[in-house]
């Protein structure tokens, strides 16, 4: 076990409704689940001192810290590579609260990623300049491989091909995703579950995925608060201890176009991750009773289970087939929904059930959770994360 | 001309000789106008613009002659002054038309002038068609050249100038269009990928290969992976390979892809990979592993892409 494990706390947590238009800005999204995280804590606004988000979010940590009233912010930290970032700003934050940098961090998500941009659309219109960025989308846009769609494709054909994992397999991660939408009143997808024809029914996005193989696209935001074990204790909610934290880039990595490793069946990035969170938290795969297995497609779940250690190489199918993923499963992914089925807020909607899963009061609750795992934007330099009781 | 334009055209050539208008000036040739004529199309000449050295030659302004025609054109809303003509000098042009020659190019326009039009002055003219060709063809297409003979006149019915203007109506030919190169997304391109991009317009595939240790690498980049040589050169691929992995990709649907779109990729004999559209294959006999061979496709904007066949069926 490493010393950061356990030594901050979640101790408020705030969202937006999510919707396909949200009506309002960014920044409103920002600050509103900002000032709902705080509340929840219970925390003056005037005390934070730390922010933390993803690259990719259009949300200055200045501004936010404005509009809260915001008066010396002492650690602000972004992470690169989209939904890869999910977790690696509570990395981030248990970092500057144990080393005494800051006291009270929050992290945030914000977007308008459905009613002001859509990700789906990919890489369209893109001015050729010689960025090393743009280049590199040169091996792939010319050929109409543009979406984040197109290119988990390429590697879920070469899975499913050499481990005979089917469509129906990662319908069945679909089935269940929605299934716990439908029974979620936050979801967008409440009450509208699908059945596993209704999947095989669905059109082709790329092949193999289908239409239910991805995500949502979404607005929202969502807000977590992380304070210090000692402040934590004098605080209204029950802490949530983050036992552990990592990020992960491997060997030959690219932005979901690791096309290039001796194997493309694999997610090494994320298996690092794992071997850092179970030695950082002391814990096995045994010792969580739900995840949140990061879902913008479906293919990659299969992976993340086996990288993480729920599965064998190539066996993620046997545990999908077995329903140990769904509801009554003895290990429930993406109890809110997904981002399949809830909403897509790039990964950040996901950790907040897992906190919801800790305090015991997540609308689906899993029957006692003493710890819950959460994984990040697959396929991509990755983070993931393990919270906790005491 | 054939026999089975002669009804027709013998209605055509009926025409021949058969004087129009006449069509009388909107204004009498004065000093602005030549000004600003002679402003728009650059002509500097102190004959047309400073009014003392006309009249110490020809005791008034003059114009510059290739105006000739400028002063009896219709308004802006195609009309003539009262008193003008409204018979339709272009009858013969229409016979043709109605008989399959619908396109009209003017050809060429020649003019005489017989004196210098004076400020003052006031033009009018008449219009004849003077002859009609036998049918031609040219790269064009099919039909007759028409000329039209114009006659200008000053206000005491003195001929100053005439032109002829020749049209060929014509039926045009069928065009052979080349089929427009599909527009692409542009990749990125830096000094380091160049020779990729400019091998390919080559009608070559070139892979990176270091310069120290031999490695070949792609995509391609400043640095060998494996010895940290900045130094690199390029082979050609044999252009054989293999299907490694494959999309059909169906949305978002984009110009100059088709639809669904076919992308392998590609590992090449020489080991390395690339990812690269499949042609020649359809979408549901796509096999990972079937070999493959390279072939290059044209785009628009001076872009050349890979792109693979798969050989002989199914792997």
């Given amino acids: 076990m490493n010393s950061l494990s356990s030594q901050v706390a979640i101790v408020g947590l705030g969202a937006t409704e999510f919707s396909k238009d949200s009506g309002r800005t960014e920044i409103r999204l920002a600050t509103e689940a900002v000032l709902a995280a705080l509340a929840d804590a219970g925390i003056d606004p005037a005390e934070v001192d730390g922010l933390c988000t993803y690259s990719v979010d259009n949300n200055p940590e200045r501004e936010v810290f404005r509009q809260i009233g915001g008066k010396e912010l002492k650690f602000f930290a972004r992470t690169p590579e989209g939904g890869g970032a999910a977790c690696a700003p509570f990395l981030h934050g248990m970092m500057a609260i144990a080393t005494g940098v800051a006291n009270v961090v929050v992290v945030y998500r914000a977007m308008n990623e459905r009613s002001w941009y859509r990700f789906g659309a990919g890489m369209q219109g893109k001015e050729a300049d010689p960025f090393f960025e743009t280049t590199n989308f040169g091996y792939y846009i010319p050929h109409g491989l543009v979406s984040p769609a197109s290119w988990v494709a390429m590697s879920a054909q070469r899975y499913m091909h050499e481990f005979g994992a089917t469509s129906e397999d990662l319908g069945r991660i679909a089935v269940a995703a929605r299934d716990f939408a439908a029974t979620n009143p936050k979801a967008f997808f409440y009450g509208k579950p699908i059945t596993l024809e209704d999947h095989q029914n669905s059109r082709w996005i790329a092949e193999p995925l289908r239409l239910l193989d991805c995500c949502q696209e979404s607005d929202g935001a969502v807000a977590m608060v992380l304070v210090s074990r000692e402040y934590a204790k004098k605080l209204k909610q029950t802490p949530v201890f983050l036992k552990a934290a990592a990020q992960g880039t491997y060997e030959d990595q690219q932005m979901m176009t690791s096309y290039y490793r001796g194997s493309i069946t694999g997610l090494p990035e994320a298996g690092l991750v794992a071997r850092q969170l179970w030695q950082m938290s002391g814990l096995s795969p045994k010792d969580v009773q739900t995840a949140v297995i990061y879902d ?35 290990l429930p992914i993406n109890t809110h929904g997904g981002q399949l089925g809830e909403a897509y807020i790039h990964g950040m909607n996901g950790v907040a059930e897992a906190v919801r899963q800790v305090r015991g009061d997540a609308v689906n609750q899993v029957k006692g959770v003493k710890n819950a795992l959460v994984t990040a934007g697959t396929g991509v330099p990755t983070s993931g994360l393990i919270v906790g009781q005491d | 001309m054939s026999e089975q334009h002669s009804d027709w055209m013998a209605e055509a050539r009926a025409l021949i000789g058969h004087e129009y208008g006449r069509i009388y000036a909107w204004d009498a040739v004065n000093q602005p106008m030549i000004r600003q004529w002679c402003e728009a199309l650059g002509v500097s000449n102190p004959l047309y613009l400073d009014g003392e050295r006309a009249r110490a030659r020809f005791g008034a302004h003059v114009a510059p002659p290739t105006m000739l025609q400028a002063w009896v054109l219709a308004g802006i809303k195609g009309e003539f002054p009262a008193g003008s003509a409204t018979d339709n000098p272009y009858q013969v042009l229409q016979i043709i038309e109605r008989n399959g020659y619908a396109s009209v190019v003017a050809v060429n326009s020649e003019q005489e002038y017989f004196r210098y039009l004076r400020e003052g002055d006031r033009l009018s003219f008449t219009s004849q068609i003077e002859s009609v060709s036998e049918e031609k063809t040219t790269g064009l297409g099919t039909g007759f050249f028409v000329t039209q003979l114009l006659n200008f006149f000053d206000q005491d019915d003195n001929k100053v100038g005439q032109m002829r203007f020749r049209l060929f109506k014509f039926r045009p030919a069928a ?62 691929a044999s252009g054989k390979g293999t299907i490694y992995s494959y999309s059909v990709v169906h949305h978002p649907a984009l110009p100059g892809l088709p639809q669904p779109n076919p992308v392998g990729l590609i590992e090449l004999e020489e080991g390395v990979r690339l990812v690269a559209g499949l042609v020649g294959v359809a979408t549901d006999n796509i096999r990972i592993g079937a070999p493959v061979a390279l072939e290059f496709l044209d785009c628009a904007n001076d872009l050349v892409l890979p792109v693979f066949r798969p050989l002989g069926g199914a792997a």
């Fill in chain 1, 296 to 330: 913008h497609f479906t293919p990659f779940v299969l992976p993340q289970l086996e990288e993480y250690g729920f599965a064998g190489r190539g066996e993620a199918k046997y545990f999908i087939r077995e329903g140990r993923h769904a509801r009554g499963g003895d």
């Fill in chain 2, 175 to 236: 065009v052979r269009e080349k089929p427009a190169l599909p527009a692409r997304p542009q990749p990125g391109i830096s000094d380091e990928n160049r020779f990729f991009w400019d091998g390919l317009k080559a009608k070559k595939l070139l892979i990176q290969r270091c310069s120290a240790c031999g490695t070949l690498r792609n995509p391609p980049g400043p640095a060998c992976p494996s010895c940290h040589s900045m130094a690199s050169d390029h082979v050609e």
